[in-house]
């Protein structure tokens, strides 16, 4: 195994905020999304210099953080503990994130995400190689340590305004001819049956197709899932209550389509008690939700050794933080194509701080050191501002 350099002391984080508007507005069944407003982290020590993004949506619909919660964190706690410090590793970095703060995992994906691509870049080795050494650390089996150079692409499609079908048909479409490896439709209660139906008139009953309900449905529904089971959706991506885990564990026992987990699998021990309990054995995993790539490592780890079916997750975030995902999407355990879309989808053309391109239904990963490219500071410059930045002031290290 290469030897690496996992220490590193931050002497300058600057906190950006930006807000790109979408081509389209996203709706799920919780709410709507106009634009992408993200806070983007750039962390340096001397002259190497980590990105990282942290990605709620502006309403606590999603998940309670906010883009101004994880904003306050970031500028009033993290920053001004962690600049300064030499952080000892990976692991290390992750119990100063999580020693002090409960939860606001978004806010600390941005600083994790970052410093690991500050940690692939000082070693001058791609971010892959990196999580790969420390997959193998953690004792993740060698046949899933094996991994592409590029993600196959899903796409995620909103509920249109007003519940417009014909609207609703042309993403459709849109997506078959775009060469889209998976179609994901969002679904409501009243926005569930018909759309479906459209959809496989559309895709047949061989294309891969699933839903997601974002937590929208009560178990007193259990009718309308067993209505969905004749679209033979590969699964159900959490149609249930974020917190009521035994809810769809009884709902799985009356349908036959398989419930993944999305905004349910928070972290590790989470996973650990999801797997123990038998209620679901497909998993979304998000590096923002879970708060990183350490975390998401140690569950593609419980994952792989117990048969669990994973797929990649994204927001959206920017084509910035979908690199991570894409990263770590690229291994072998992953079995189903990823949330992660090319810029043109989200964004007019050039205005993505990554401009992520996707060919034959595939995009590959930048093979530099690092997550391999740099975030567009014209984008950042355009659509946003900086709102923190901290330089050391002494040459001492401090400690935590």
């Known amino acids: 195994m290469k030897k690496i350099t996992e220490n590193a002391t931050i002497d300058r984080l600057v906190l950006y905020e930006v807000k790109i508007p979408f081509k389209v507005p996203f709706r799920i069944s919780k709410g709507v999304a106009y634009y992408r407003k993200s806070l983007i982290v750039e ?3 001397k002259d190497i210099v980590g990105f990282g993004e942290s990605a709620p949506f502006e309403y606590p619909f999603y998940s309670s953080e906010t ?16 600049i300064g410090v030499e952080i ?16 606001n995992n978004f806010a600390k994906a941005a600083l994790e995400t970052a410093f690991w691509d500050l940690i692939a870049k000082k070693n001058n080795i791609p971010l892959k190689e990196l999580l790969k050494i420390k997959m193998k650390e953690l004792g993740v089996k060698s046949k899933y340590l094996e ?7 899903g796409i995620s499609i909103g509920i249109p305004e007003n519940g417009d079908k014909r609207v609703f048909r042309n993403w459709i479409k849109d997506a078959i001819k775009a060469g889209y490896k998976r179609v994901k439709i969002k679904i409501k209660s009243g926005w569930d049956v018909e759309p479906l139906k459209i959809t496989r008139d559309i895709l047949g009953y061989d294309f891969p197709l699933w839903t997601d309900s974002n937590a929208s449905y009560t178990l007193k529904q259990i009718d309308v899932f067993k209505k969905l089971d004749e679209f033979e959706c590969l699964f159900h991506e959490q149609p249930l209550y974020v917190d009521n885990y035994l809810e769809n564990l009884e709902l799985s026992k009356y349908i036959k389509t398989p419930i993944c987990l999305d905004e349910s699998l928070k972290s590790y021990n989470i996973a650990k008690q999801v797997l123990k309990l038998g209620i679901s054995k497909i998993w979304n995993l998000k590096i923002q939700r879970i708060g990183g790539l350490y975390e998401a490592i140690k569950i593609y780890k419980l ?13 959206p975030e920017t084509g910035l933080g979908a690199l991570f995902i894409m990263n770590i999407g690229s291994f072998k355990g992953f079995k189903y194509p990823s949330d992660v879309e090319p810029s043109k989808r989200w964004f007019e053309d050039g205005m993505d701080l990554v401009e992520l391109e996707m060919s034959d239904g ?30 050391v002031k002494k040459s001492t290290v401090r400690e935590f």
């Open 43 to 45: 962390m340096r020590e």
């Open 67 to 82: 883009t101004e919660s994880a904003k306050y964190l970031l500028s009033s706690f993290f920053f001004p503990n962690i």
């Open 88 to 103: 000892q590793s990976i692991r290390h970095m992750n119990e100063f994130l999580n020693n002090s703060i409960v939860g």
């Open 147 to 153: 991994s592409e150079d590029y993600i196959e692409s």
């Open 303 to 315: 994952a792989t050794a117990n048969e669990v079916d994973l797929w990649g997750g994204t927001m």
């Open 362 to 391: 595939k995009i590959y990963i930048p093979n530099g050191p690092g997550i391999g490219v740099e975030p567009n500071f014209e984008i950042i410059k355009k659509y946003g501002k900086k709102v923190m930045e901290l330089k």
